[in-house]
């Protein structure tokens, strides 16, 4: 297992149009997380999961976001109607459970809307 | 809502000095994490502490943790080109997530 892979790495879109980025964890990670950062901020958090259930969104997490993680496998995260306010860096990060476990970060997916 | 504070957000030194930053919460930490980030790259994790005046130690990183838990601090002795990067500090939410900090941005010039 070579880490945390996110596809793709960067995107372009115009203003209005939906976007899917897809995270695959690390196989024995349990639980994924995304989160977003933007230029000069730590990352913020998103939403996780723990298998396939979907079990905390934060407030950032607007009716035009939505995330899926089928089978407890790779997830997805979907923006629907773009808006310039959506450009950042979207990390994907897995971990297994336990408060003394960090993160695994993927490289993350650069989103710019135009 | 627990809000980490981190010092200074940016730092230029030369090659060989040493520096440290810091690490600051409005309340306790429950556990403490130090991450790297290199542009256009995810965070990868350097060290976890949980208890109150621990010292850790990575090579030429020390990571030291408050009696008091509501702060840490970073100290990087003879600093190279290669620890160039974002210097996150995260904090364990029982809400299942980390808190991050906004970051030291460091830069080593050779």
């Known amino acids: 297992d070579t880490g945390v892979s996110q596809n793709p790495r960067h995107k372009i879109t115009k203003r209005g149009q939906n976007v899917t980025f897809r995270c695959d964890p690390i196989?024995?990670?349990?639980?994924l997380y995304w989160y977003r950062q933007t230029l000069g901020q730590g990352p913020e958090f998103l939403t996780y999961?723990?298998?396939?259930?979907?079990?905390?969104k934060s407030r950032l997490l607007s009716d035009r976001f939505s995330a899926e993680r089928p089978k407890g496998s790779f997830s997805t995260l979907e923006i629907q109607r773009t808006e310039q306010g959506d450009s950042a860096m979207y990390l994907c990060?897995?971990?297994?459970?336990?408060?003394?476990?960090?993160?695994?970060f993927g490289s993350g997916t650069r989103l710019t809307v135009v | 809502t627990q809000l980490l504070e981190q010092s200074p957000q940016f730092l230029s030194i030369q090659e060989g000095e040493n520096l440290t930053v810091y690490c600051n919460s409005s309340?306790?930490?429950?556990?403490l994490q130090w991450y790297r980030q290199e542009p256009g790259e995810g965070p990868v994790l350097l060290v976890t502490?949980?208890?109150?005046?621990e010292v850790k130690k990575l090579k030429r990183l020390t990571f030291q943790f408050g009696d008091a838990r509501k702060d840490s601090s970073l100290h990087i002795t003879a600093a190279q080109p290669g620890d160039t990067g974002l210097y996150l500090c995260?904090?364990?939410?029982?809400?299942?997530?980390?808190?991050f900090g906004p970051g030291t941005r460091l830069s080593v010039l050779p």
């Open positions: 990060a897995s971990s297994t459970m336990g408060v003394g476990y960090g993160y695994t």
């Open positions: 502490v949980v208890t109150g005046g």
């Open positions: 995260a904090d364990y939410n029982y809400g299942q997530n980390f808190v």
């Open positions: 196989s024995e990670h349990n639980r």
């Open positions: 999961f723990q298998n396939e259930a979907q079990l905390e």
């Open positions: 309340s306790v930490f429950s556990s």
